[in-house]
């Protein structure tokens, strides 16, 4: 099995030593970079695994590097910050991090995190057609719209599989923590809103209604009429 390679955009070297140690210790194949042009340099030239990525670097904003990276690839992103704010939380999210750690972090929970990332990464089934016009391939993890492929994040498209397999069923915010993010997520709830709201974004048309329903007062679902 190929060994999966995490890279670390982060300031502060004493966090990447203490990461990196951690991380070699599971396997990985770990590399650091100190400011953000380094991260896209490496980035570039590695096409990492998982990318562990500071929020406040010297020269660039981290906000600024995911969206740069999620221009151009669907690799996972956690984003990191000493700072325990929301709004940072939820733009991070929004921009496309899969995860978010608020520093001091414990290098067992991110390693945990890292290793759920990468399992929904590859995470293989029959395939599901939704609504006629959307395809989804778990084998090769690979979802088309009208024949033309959508780029999802690990997590909207385990969002997208835990619907489709579910049709009719009401999933709560928290049971779709659960489900989809694989651990004790202590983030806020509207980080399955921003995710959904992805979703809807990417795969709805507008001449029907959305691909996912809320249902006001509890969750979401997918309605089975809409599922072969």
Not at 66 to 85: E, G, Q
Not at 101 to 106: E, I
Not at 198 to 221: M, N, W
Request: with cysteine; charged share 30%; aromatic share 8%.
């Amino acid at each position: 099995m190929k060994t999966k390679t995490i890279l670390i955009i982060e300031d502060e070297e004493s966090i990447c030593d203490i990461l990196s140690y951690a991380l070699r210790q599971e396997g990985y194949r770990v590399l650091c970079a100190h400011t953000g042009f380094d991260g896209i340099r490496l980035f570039e030239g590695i096409q990492p695994d998982v990318v562990l990525l500071d929020v406040m670097l010297p020269d660039k904003s981290g906000f600024d590097i995911c969206k740069h990276l999620m221009a151009n690839s669907t690799v996972p992103i956690m984003m990191l910050t000493a700072r325990d704010d929301i709004v940072d939380k939820v733009l991070g999210l929004e921009l496309g991090a899969d995860d978010y750690m608020t520093k001091p972090f414990d290098v067992r929970e991110v390693a945990a995190r890292i290793k759920a990332m990468i399992r929904r990464k590859g995470n293989t089934t029959s395939y599901l057609v939704v609504r006629d016009t959307i395809r989804i391939e778990p084998r090769s993890h690979t979802v088309y719209k009208e024949e033309q492929t959508v780029s999802l994040k690990p997590q909207e498209y385990e969002l997208l599989l835990l619907f489709a397999r579910n049709q009719n069923i009401v999933f709560t915010r928290e049971e779709i923590l659960d489900a989809v993010w694989d651990f004790d997520f202590d983030g806020d709830l509207r980080t399955v809103d921003v995710h959904v709201q992805r979703l809807r974004k990417k795969l709805d048309t507008p001449a029907q209604p959305s691909i996912i329903e809320t249902v006001f007062g509890v969750g979401y679902k997918m309605r089975g009429e809409f599922i072969k």
